[in-house]
């Protein structure tokens, strides 16, 4: 029998990360699950998440990895108390403040070391270009730098690829691509601000509702408000 291809997943308990393990999971790889906390505001809720899923997928080798030190940089409505974060505006292009500054360099490094470790080919991540306007590692460029440094900051016989299948994928083409894969998208969250109900109104919370709605379905957790404009 094949020995399966042993990959990392990084999963935050949200939906595209999901859609992106569930990719991963119908191509029949080895998967190990990666979940950082980094100080959020919804780290207990994102973690249940995440185990949820993993349970879902019967994937038990999972790590943990705890890299509060960027709630202690700041910088971001994410893990400043004393920054609100605030309501989403889908035609802004200007970088909201949720941002957290270089957060998907400083995890895919803990997912490089890992792989290495594990001789793992590749890593798969959830990083969708449609948020780009406000993230800038968000976007093609970043993944592609990103894969030069692997390319040189490992051992010679480390061959490393950074996997995003979800990258040029609208929400709507997310949703549907999970439906399809039978994604537990019941069991993500995707809020910033709230751990009980979805709050509706930030950033991530109205690009996942704004998918549905263009994708005609009915996104399966709550929420404290849903906009009237979708």
């Known amino acids: ?22 990719i991963a999971h119908s191509e029949f790889y080895d998967i190990h699950a990666l979940h950082i906390n980094y100080g959020q505001k919804t780290e207990t809720r994102e973690e249940q998440s995440f185990n949820d899923i993993c349970s879902y997928y019967s994937i038990d080798n999972r790590l943990h990895v705890d890299i509060g030190y960027l709630k202690h940089i700041g910088g971001s409505s994410l893990l400043d108390t004393s920054i609100e974060i605030s309501k989403a505006d889908l035609l802004s292009k200007e970088i909201p403040n949720s941002y957290v500054p270089f957060r998907n360099a400083n995890m895919l490094c803990i997912a490089v070391s890992w792989a290495e ?27 592609d730098a990103f894969q030069l440094m692997i390319n040189q900051g490992t051992k010679p016989d480390t061959h490393i690829q950074i996997i995003t299948p979800l990258l040029n994928m609208s929400k709507k083409e997310i949703i549907h691509t999970g439906n399809n894969l039978n994604a537990p998208l019941h069991l993500t969250w995707s809020c910033y601000g709230s751990e009980d109900k979805a709050c509706g109104i930030c950033d991530s919370c109205a690009l996942r509702l704004r998918g549905f709605a263009q994708a005609e379905c009915i996104d399966p957790i709550d929420y404290a408000i849903v906009p009237k404009y979708l």
Request: charged share 25%; with cysteine; proline share 2%.
């Open 1 to 22: 029998m094949k020995t399966k291809e042993k990959i990392i997943v990084l999963m935050s308990g949200g939906m595209d990360s999901t859609v992106c393990a569930a």
């Open 117 to 143: 470790a594990i001789k793992a080919t590749k890593i798969f991540i959830g990083a969708v270009q449609e948020d780009s306007s406000g993230y800038p590692d968000c976007r093609k460029d970043f993944f």
